[in-house]
């Protein structure tokens, strides 16, 4: 295990200034210690690790979504010629706009269940090219967009568990107000939909819609062509920083004011056909901070001078987005990297893996792939670079956090239609990453949730039971994960919110100890969503259970 150590600012999130706002009566009985204030981070020991899960998927997975119900939904776009997996009961697509095959009786979405590692083929009427999407407060995933016939499409999926039918449904009158090709979806403390850019578009638009339906956003209009995928998360004060190329604004979407514009982040563009990637970090303390994390992107020359393979960037940019005079620590990963994706470990840990050391994004445009990933953790500023995979994972992989805290990996396809010769031939194998608190070494420590509820409501105390092998030596975590989607190096709705939880108490005659916590303080800290709730013991998580968050 190698480590790497940077100096950036530390994190000063050590508060307790949630108690405040808690009715004295919980506060008596709670007697909370926010995780943040746990000052030296315990690592997991071990090692981690690879596994090759299926050998074809049938499809190219270029977006990927973690549903409540278990079974992760695998989509790729239409026109790229059948796949490698029939649709069910012979049925087939006759779609006189397809690009390449009008009449195509293979599958283009797929339901993957991590428990046996088998696929159910889904039928998608048009083309998902490069869409967008995120889940609703119910757990049902709206897929936005793509190309061709697909453009303005708004498509829904209602999962089911892994021996059930569920299936896409596509809407012919409930359209978007703007085509979509390359867009940002965010989830919002209403349970909407916030919907930015692409190419076609330097708009924003709601689903449902709302106004008059379609409204500029001056920050794409001045950047042209390296703005598609733009970075948005949604803060707990319910505003929404934007990250676009190299800039980036605060913005109230309610009113359509630009609060604050920040510094232009040092070095190389960040966004398609440059795409590093971004994540907010774990929100903690009184939710009153918030920061980004920008890393990876590819040079300004290198989409336009493809055979030059101009090397990836190797800087990350971590910046204070609710300080009024925000600026970019700027610091260095042991690995350059474009088109990696960043996943939000239940540590609070941040995991950058996939993607390519030389080129852009784009068909054939990028070499060297990044075979290693690297684990950044933000509480110390440092970075180990994980064991190696074998499988090239470039333009259209995937990547996404399981409730059992591996890692599943898919795609990677730099080719018009699926291609199994040369450099980087469609890739349908399926992988997951085991981090280093995955090794059984850890098990003596590992936390594991037995009971929790189904609902957890905002503002209001609930209790989780978890049993230990060992007694734990100081506070046991809980954290709450979104299910994301995620597709071209960036996960669009990715967040996690650590809550102020008790001491252990233990429950006795049973090598169990009862955790009390309050939900997140308000649907601008936690829209309402189904959540991956995770016990942290040591800096060892359990396996996590779905709760959903709502008022
Ligand atoms: C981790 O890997 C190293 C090198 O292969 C090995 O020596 C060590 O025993 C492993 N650790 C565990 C906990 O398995
Ligand atoms: C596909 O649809 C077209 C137009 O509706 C129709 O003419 C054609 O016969 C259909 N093809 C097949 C194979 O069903
Ligand atoms: C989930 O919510 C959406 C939007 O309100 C609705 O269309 C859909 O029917 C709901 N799904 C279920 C399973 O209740
Ligand atoms: C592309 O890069 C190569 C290598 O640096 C250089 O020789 C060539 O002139 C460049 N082409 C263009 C069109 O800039
Ligand atoms: C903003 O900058 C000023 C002057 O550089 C400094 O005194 C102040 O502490 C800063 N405020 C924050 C919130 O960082
Ligand atoms: C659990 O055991 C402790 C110590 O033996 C005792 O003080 C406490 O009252 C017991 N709690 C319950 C709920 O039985």
Sequence with gaps: MEV???????????????????????????QLVGPSCVEAQSLASGNASWALLLENAGIACMHMAVTYMGPVIFL????????????????????????TDT??????????DPATNTVRPLYIATDTWCSSGQF????????????????????????????????????????????????????LPDGSQFILGGQYSNAYEFVPANGAGLYNLELLSSQGYFDWYPFVHLLPDGNLYIFANRDSILFDYQT???????????????????????????????????????????????????????PASQTCGQIVVTSPNASWAMFE?????????????PTSDILIINGAQNGAQGWDAATNAAFNPVTYYPDTSTFVVEPATTIARVYHSTASLLPDGRILIAGSNCHLTYTFTGE????????????????????????????????????????VEISLATAPTGNIGLTLSSAPFTT????????????PVTAPAPINGTNAYSVSAIGPISETVAPPSYYMLFAINNGVPSTGVWVNVQS
Aim: aromatic share 8%; glycine share 8%; hydrophobic share 35%.
């Design 103 to 112: 009449y195509d009786c293979s599958a283009h979405s797929v339901m993957f």
């Design 76 to 99: 790729d776009r239409t026109d790229i010629g059948p796949s490698q997996i029939a649709l069910p009961n012979g049925r087939c697509r006759n779609d006189s706009q397809d690009q």
């Design 333 to 345: 990963m042991p690995i350059r990297r474009n088109m990696g994706d960043m996943v939000m470990l």
């Design 256 to 310: 359509g004011v630009v609060l604050q514009s920040y510094p232009t982040i040092p070095g190389e563009p960040r966004n398609y056909p440059c795409a590093g990637s971004s994540v907010l970090l774990a929100l903690d303390g009184d939710y009153t901070d918030a920061e980004v994390l920008v890393c990876g992107g590819a040079s300004i020359m290198a989409p336009g001078n493809v055979s030059a393979q101009y």
């Design 4 to 30: 790497c150590s940077h100096v950036v600012q530390r994190r000063l999130a050590c508060t307790q200034v949630l108690f405040l706002l808690l009715a004295p009566a919980i506060l008596l009985q709670l």
């Design 136 to 187: 609703l407060p119910n757990g049902t995933m709206l897929q936005t967009g793509g190309y061709n016939d697909g453009v303005q499409k708004i498509r829904w999926l209602s999962p089911c568990p892994a021996d059930g039918t569920c299936d896409w449904v596509e809407s012919d009158t409930n359209v978007l107000q703007a085509g979509r090709w390359y867009a940002t979806n965010q989830l």
């Design 424 to 463: 980087f031939p469609t890739e349908l194998r399926v992988e997951a990453f085991s981090p280093e608190y995955l090794d059984p070494v850890n098990d003596p420590v590992r936390p594991q949730i037995t009971t929790a509820p189904e609902i957890v409501t905002y503002n209001s105390a609930f209790t």
């Design 488 to 499: 071209h190096s960036y996960s669009q709705g990715q967040r996690q919110i650590k809550l």
